[in-house]
């Protein structure tokens, strides 16, 4: 393994870095009261992974068994307990676990616990997810060749 080509070709550097104070609002409130930062998007790292801060009320919430054929997804817990399942059991992930999941691993995730629990998600390459979790507010209203087209687009391949 080595290291890929460069990415910055200049001599000195740049003053480029992104400050998000601790506070910001969420980009996205769910009508479940899950709340989503956008921390870092696709277009934000030029591709390179998209970093997300999901932030879960006590009720239960999360998709069900599903995988992506061109991303793959890093699960980081901050704070509660929420059930991943790794393609073979569910693990009850708690503050400072960590389960990453290669593309066409299978996964999900659910906040079972009955209290609010957070989580930073990951996306490697940095696909514009954004666009999926605006949409899920809509999936219900959406007709079955719609919904269809709508994961498609996304790259969420369901097992159910």
Not at 62 to 87: K, M
Request: aromatic share 14%.
């Amino acid at each position: 393994m080595t290291y890929p080509p460069p990415l910055y070709h200049g001599q000195k550097g740049e003053i480029s870095a992104t400050y998000r104070p601790d506070g910001t609002a969420p980009e996205l409130v769910y009508p479940n009261g899950t709340r989503l930062h956008y921390l870092s998007t696709g277009a934000s790292t030029g591709g390179l992974f998209g970093l997300y801060r999901w932030e879960c009320g006590p009720g239960v919430t999360g998709p069900e068994p599903h995988f992506h054929r061109s991303i793959a997804e890093s699960f980081y817990i901050l704070s509660g307990t929420v059930r991943i399942y790794d393609g073979a059991r569910w693990i009850d992930a708690e503050p400072g676990d960590y389960v990453h999941v290669p593309a066409g691993g299978i996964h999900a995730f659910k906040n079972e616990s009955g209290a609010p629990a957070s989580m930073l998600l990951h996306f490697s390459p940095g696909a514009p997810r954004e666009g999926y979790f605006e949409g899920l507010v809509h999936v219900a209203q959406m007709g079955e060749e719609e919904r269809a087209a709508f994961y498609r687009e996304h790259d969420n391949l369901w097992l159910t």
